[in-house]
């Protein structure tokens, strides 16, 4: 099977963080969040992977590169950017007049996808979707299913949360019936325009996954998927980081190689220090993940944060839950960074910051 990934958004929730990297190439325990997609695709059977692009189209291209995992890696670059409905149309032409996959790339789940596939074989079904249940539907597209899974209707982020709670979980299989249903031009949104028509057909059906999911489009998100597979894998420290004997280690933590812990740091728990970090003496870091080669200064402390790459943060700089500093950022010694503050990519932040503000 072929599938479509999809990897054109602007990852705009993610600013300023994805102003210098697409959201695929995020890393999640210091991998791109799109090895993981590409390497379930390949242990599910799929043998060609068709990436829609648009935004830092190159950078993606350059990264992924034409074969990983043993999958064909082929790309359908878009001029404009033409919604996921435009998007998976205009990869088309790779895919040809067979059943496919297609899934959003931002995902980050444990699903079955073989079990996908046959549920869907064993249906009669133009598309078949997996669902997930959340306590919000509202930045989700929500499917109403009926005992027998079929989808009775679809509904793109409702304002009203009671519609339901199965979320669509970005995975679909779809048959060629399906570019029936959308429009044969211009920008649309599959979940808008396919899917509740589908539905209203009863053409659509649902597959509810269970089991780890979630969508990486915030940055408490990002934050989250990380440790939920820390959770799941387990502490890593590798033999090529340099971890002071006197620097206190709480698990779950996971830190690459070239990374240095000076004595007195306290590490974790949920600390992702990904490779040529180094980290101050007596710096904390909890709750966060730490970019390649950022620079934490001698008793920084930082908690519920994200540090991009070569960003420098000086020496007793406090840093609160929620803030982003971008790649190449630099903070002050002794600068404070109230929740919610984020830096923007090269920006230098001299004073503490005290309402929850961009720098830009
Ligand atoms: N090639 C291309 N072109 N890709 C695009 C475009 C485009 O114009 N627009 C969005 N994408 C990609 C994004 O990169 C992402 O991987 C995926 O399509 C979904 O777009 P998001 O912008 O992240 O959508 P969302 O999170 O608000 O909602 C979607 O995902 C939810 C689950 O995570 C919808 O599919 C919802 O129905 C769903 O519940
Ligand atoms: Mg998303």
């Known amino acids: 099977m072929k599938a ?20 695929l190439l995020f890393p999640l325990l210091g991998r791109p969040l799109v090895d993981f997609q ?23 291209m350059a990264e992924i590169g034409d ?37 959003n790339g931002d995902v ?11 549920f869907h074989k064993s249906h009669d079904a133009a598309a078949t979707i997996a669902l997930y249940e959340v306590e919000d539907p509202r930045r989700f597209g929500v499917a109403v299913l009926e005992d027998d899974n079929r989808i009775r209707c679809f509904v793109e982020k409702p304002r009203d949360p009671s519609v339901g709670r199965a979320v669509n979980a970005g995975v679909y299989i779809l048959t060629p019936d399906v570019f029936r249903y959308l429009p044969e031009q211009g920008a649309c949104a599959i979940e808008r325009t396919a899917f509740p028509k589908l539905a209203e057909e009863g053409k659509l059906y649902g597959f509810v996954h269970k089991g780890l999911w979630l969508d990486v489009g915030l940055p408490p998100d990002y934050l989250r998927a990380n440790f939920a597979l820390l959770d799941r894998q387990g502490s890593f420290i590798s033999e090529e980081a340099r971890v002071s004997e ?37 710096a904390r870091i909890e709750e966060c993940v730490v970019f390649p080669f950022a620079h934490i ?30 790649d190449f950022a630099k903070i002050g010694d002794n600068a404070t960074l109230i929740s919610g503050v984020r830096v923007c990519p090269y920006k230098e932040v001299r004073e503490s910051i005290f309402e929850p503000r961009i720098v830009t």
């Open 108 to 118: 980050v789940s444990d699903l079955d996808l073989r079990s996908l596939i046959d």
């Open 246 to 282: 006197r620097a206190t280690v709480n698990p779950p933590v996971y830190i690459r190689r070239g990374a240095v812990i000076e004595e007195d740091a306290h590490i974790g728990p949920y600390a992702i220090i990904d490779q040529g970090v180094w980290v101050g003496r007596g």
């Open 297 to 326: 200064g001698h008793h920084a402390s930082l908690r519920g944060a994200i540090v991009g790459e070569h960003a420098r943060i000086g020496r007793w700089v406090k840093v609160e839950t929620n803030c982003i500093i971008s």
């Open 4 to 23: 479509v990934l999809l990897a054109g958004g602007f990852g705009t929730r993610l600013r300023p963080l994805s102003c210098t990297r697409p959201k």
């Open 67 to 103: 074969e990983r995992y043993g999958i064909r890696i082929r790309y359908s670059i878009e001029q404009e950017p033409l919604g996921t409905g435009g998007a998976i149309r205009w990869a088309r032409r790779y895919i040809g007049d067979e059943e496919f996959l297609a899934m």
């Open 38 to 60: 590409l390497e379930r695709l390949a242990q599910s059977g799929v043998d060609e992977v068709v990436i829609a692009v648009h935004h830092m189209a190159e950078i993606l």
